[in-house]
Every structure is written in C-alpha cells, then in structure tokens.
C-alpha cells in the first residue's frame, strides 16, 4: 500500500492550492483520512481529517479557509486551501487508516509529505 501526496508549491499570500492523496495497492478498506502539516522547527499538526462517512473536522487556524474530501470509490483525499496565510507554509502529510484483508486490522499509512511554501 503506497499513499502520494501531490499538489503543493509557491503561492502568495491570500492564494489557493490544492493538495491531493491516492491510496493505491491491495486495499480493503479506509477508515479516516487526514491531512497533517509539520512547519520547520515546530511538531507535526493536524489540519483537517474526513471519515468514511464524510463526517469532518478542521484544526481551528484552518477553519472556513480550507475543505476536506474524499473519493470512496476512488481512495482519494482532498484539500481545497483558499487565503492561503505565509503560517500555513509547511509540509503536508497525508495519513490513512485503512485494512488491506478483512481479517487485517486498522493500520495508519503516511504519504511523503509535498511542500507547500505561501510567501510573496
């Protein structure tokens, strides 16, 4: 099971990105999805986490700014960033709780992480 994390970059202040993660190889199932970012020198944060359901939750410095979803069918996660802030700037991490057998149990899977840099 491999997850890729693609669609970081430069953006300017007040910007948008999009960040995207594929779950791929021998899946069952995916629990909860998230998003974590980790800024040079601080420890690694959440940002944003989606259910199998759909149910979401937002870090609160992220709230109203940024959207999570995800593609069941597709084992796919997004992150919509609008009025990108230059704090924002990090690596983001994409995380999966997924089973590759029914049997198997729930096991965390981490992406390699896409940088994401908001400067003028």
């Known amino acids: 099971v491999q997850l890729q994390a693609s669609g970081g970059g430069l953006v300017q202040p007040g910007g948008s990105l999009r960040l995207s993660c594929a779950a791929t190889g021998r899946i069952f199932s995916i629990d909860t999805m998230t998003w974590y970012r980790q800024a040079p020198g601080k420890q690694r944060e959440l940002v944003a986490l989606?259910?199998?359901?759909?149910?979401?939750n937002y870090a609160d410095s992220v709230k109203g700014r940024f959207t999570i979803s995800r593609d069941n069918a597709k084992n796919t996660m997004d992150l919509q960033m609008n009025s990108l802030k230059p704090e924002d700037t990090a690596v983001y991490y994409c995380?999966?709780?997924?089973?590759?057998?029914?049997?198997?149990?729930?096991?965390?899977?981490w992406g390699q992480g896409t940088q994401v840099t908001v400067s003028s």
């Open positions: 995380n999966a709780a997924l089973k590759v057998t029914l049997a198997d149990s729930w096991r965390a899977y």
């Open positions: 989606i259910a199998s359901g759909g149910t979401t």
